[in-house]
């Protein structure tokens, strides 16, 4: 259709002028009144682009659509930017694209059921009821109670209410990932009211406490906010909070710190790009007391590098940004980065700049700035080449995607790693190893308390073509690689969900129509690795759309068993046997008792064990043969020498392939296990001298006489002085 200015229409056409009016009056006071941008048509928006003045909430009155790259809007991949884009006229929103009338389970799909290489059966994280066409659900991030492994939440992108403007959503599990629920409230939309998408979700160890981030209109429109709950199953009990009041914000992650032994133990962080200021520069907010307030913000960079994901370290504290240099988008080059901060997010360094690479797709968006992995619909899929990156004991690793510009693969999957605390990293290793050309992309990569690490991606080598939106052309699955010693060695890659699905259409008028989702960021807890992602198995109405779905994998490498805790167990005469906790990451415990030697490690996990072996490979002790009983391992320790740091490592539980290193400290008389036996010790032995051993003072017990005294005084005495790192 020919395109004529709006003022050539007003000229020439009173019938159009008339038809001009009423569109637009439609478009002021559905935006003023936060209803759906919807009813803006692709041509409608096209016919007035240039010139077209909007009121859009978090910007000034009358928003100029001419102003979108100068603002940066066409950068922004967060779902109200993409209502900007279309209600200016530079994207058009989703559309039914079905081209099958199969049922709701597709006979195909049934027929591609295979053995399980990695993860368990896949579960759909959307329960309830779907109306179409606000039936998109994808972009995850998920989160798991390292208190309570049962309870498991998954944050994503959801449409159901989008005319309403609540673009987000979560589910919940209680029965640690067998079955999840979505969010709704009463009104049937999630609690998360005026949100548009951009998941982030964590955990408080500390205060037991929830949160949600995401891109807020509470929050000055478009800034930084969410809700937070303790009982995040209940939809009501979600209550609103802000991290950054602003107006441009864009791509936020977030990271808690929920090691006890961490100097920064109960710190949370968010990193986002705002574009009000460098044209996008990275920054991160940090609370200091437990999300309560978010004051503290820190500029990490001047100007525009993409926010790719926070994470920290589980074992030392340290913080990590990894970010991307887009080179101005499309299909050119990028170049990863990596920032740090070893105080608790008050300062950061750029420690890496890495070698430019092609970024991965097949073509490039509607939204030219984006590269998207399909051609449907004029580009579909948008995919910078965005991964994960997880660090464990000074050990950094991030995985990302590229294409190869040689034999024409669109996308593969690479692993980099650095043992400098991120200052260095490891020439790239291909994770996938199909020889198709076949795509792969949209890694993302969690790392468990022992060590671990699970590399998750989307991957089309069991295809041959992929249709947007019909369910009869199997398209991707998602596959999976394991490392069970932080990145020095991985298995071979193989499944990890259950079915290869159709290509998802995207339905929705309210969401681009390129959009599928920009990135998944998974979990790992000490028995298991969590992922989500975006599927199209789930046809409405004929076509396949974006259902998030989510599988775990075992921190084990077999046997179907996972470490949860190691403990240093000994017998204080009649009043019975304690144990001191052993944590599987971070700083090592401390035990203060004198057993001349001899003491017992246990280790337990989450069922029941019958085999294993262990091995002293850090220090002074020899380890006995192990026995077992019910979900326990115990191996006797002799000739353990004092002052010292032994590291146990245990491997081939019930048969299975992986291994666990953990440091057991050894400190006579250390009562108040501060790594240093001094004064403070001898007062507390003093303050509880003469009682009977119980849960509360067993530590005063050195010499594990069952009671509090003498000679356990003689013994800090003796030993004063003494220290560990």
Known sequence: MKKKSSSQSAFFNLRVLIGLFIVLAGVFLALAGLGTFSAITASSAQAQQKHKIINVQGLPPGFDCSTIHEKGIDKMENLRAGLIMIACG????????????????????????????????????????ETSPHITQSETFTAANPDDPNQVVVAYNDSRSAPSNNISGASVSTDGGTTFTRLTKTNGQSPFANTFGDPVILYNKPTGTWYTAWIDAGCGGGGLGGYKSTTPADPNSWTHYCVHTGSADDRESGWADNNPSSPFFGRMYVSWNDFNRGGGALFVRFSTDNGATWTNERQVTTTFFRDVQITGDLATGDVYIASMNEMGGGLTNRANKMYRSTDGGNSWTNTYTGPTFPGPGRTVCPNTYFACMYPDTGGYWRHMGWGEPAAFNHVVSYVYASRNTGNGDPGNVFYIRSTDSGVT?????????????????????????????????????????????????????MWARKSNDNGVSWLPDDTFSDVVSPLP??????????????????????TKHLSAWVDGRMPIGGASQQNAFTDAEPISGGGGANLVSAASRLTHGTAGAFDINMPLAGTSGVEDRNAAGSFLAVFTFDAPVTSGSAAVVVGTATAGTPTFSGNEMRVPLTSVADIQIVTIEISNVNGGGGTADVDFGFLIADVNANRTVDRPDQTQINADRGQIVNSSNFRDDINLSGVVDIPDKYAVNANRGHHIP
Do not use: H, M
Not at 101 to 118: M, S
Not at 437 to 448: G, I, K, M
Not at 507 to 525: L, Q, S, V
């Open 425 to 477: 990293f490891s020439a790239p290793l291909q994770l996938n190893t199909d020889t198709t050309t076949r795509a792969q992309w949209q890694p993302n990569l969690s790392v468990s308390p022992t060590g671990t690490l699970l590399a998750v991606w989307y991957d089309e080598r069991e295809s041959t073509t992929c249709t947007k939106g019909n369910p009869a052309v199997p398209c991707y699955r």
């Open 90 to 129: 530079e994207a058009q929103g989703g559309s039914t694209s079905a081209t099958s009338t199969l049922g709701p389970v597709p006979e195909f799909i049934q027929k591609l059921l295979a053995p399980l290489a990695f993860g368990a059966t896949d579960v759909n994280l959307i329960t309830g009821t």
């Open 505 to 526: 259409g995207q339905p929705d008028p309210n969401i681009i129509a390129e959009y599928a989702g920009d990135y998944d960021y998974g979990k790992a807890i000490a």
